[in-house]
């Protein structure tokens, strides 16, 4: 099995069109490097539910998007609606059974989501060391709404920013847009309860 397949799969078993909508493409996005519990939020989210049973270390990231374009500026959106971290092969995570690691509300958006671990969280929004880069999170938001506002050469908006936060350690934040006001968190285990991946969905 591909992983296009297999996010294919995932998509339409996971994300109710009612709520969210189902991607159109699929993409590898870039590789987030783990040292903590791992959060997909809004910037500045209140509140926050962490999946922690998730091996330290760096993985990839696959992403669904859509296309839309903004009605007021015509600018075409690449909207996130589902990203993926695997930690085994497809064949293994197609077999898995996806339980919501969280049963409660996880704010994200309205425009933006960030997949983050603490480490980066607190760079950003706490006590941790602070990126030279970015005195505050209001700056790292502003370079990223900027990032993410930039086409490429066709003409086209990309849909994930990939911004180190934390030197020490790798830690790194992959900002998406988003059109939606929560996230949920899937957690894939195979028979022996092993962790093989992650799904994230915005709704």
């Known amino acids: 099995m591909d992983i296009e397949t297999l996010l294919r799969d995932l998509a339409e078993e996971h994300i109710d069109e009612s709520l969210g909508e189902r991607p159109e493409e ?3 996005a870039a590789d987030l490097t783990v040292t903590s519990g791992l959060v997909f939020s809004s ?3 209140l509140e926050w539910f962490t999946c922690d049973d998730v091996p330290i270390g760096t993985h990839p990231v696959h992403v669904g998007v859509v296309r839309r374009q903004d009605t007021e500026s015509g600018r075409e959106l ?3 609606t589902m990203a993926l971290i695997p930690f085994a092969e497809p064949e293994a995570i197609a077999e898995a059974e996806f339980e919501d690691a969280f049963d409660d509300y996880q704010p994200l958006g309205p425009d933006l989501g960030f997949l983050w ?3 980066a969280m607190d760079a950003l929004r706490f006590d941790g060391p602070r990126p030279d880069a970015f005195p505050d999170l209001d700056a790292f938001v ?4 900027a990032e993410l506002a930039t086409a490429d050469p066709t003409g086209r908006t990309p849909s994930w920013v990939d911004v180190t936060v934390d030197e020490r350690t790798g830690a790194n934040v992959l900002a998406f847009p988003v059109n939606a006001g929560g996230a949920d968190c899937y957690e894939g285990r195979d028979a022996e309860g092993r962790l093989v991946a992650l799904l994230f969905t915005a709704s």
Do not use: S
């Open 26 to 28: 699929f993409h590898r």
């Open 43 to 45: 910037p500045d989210a």
């Open 142 to 145: 502003t370079h990223v709404e």
């Open 117 to 119: 671990d603490g480490t």
């Open 78 to 80: 690449a909207l996130v």
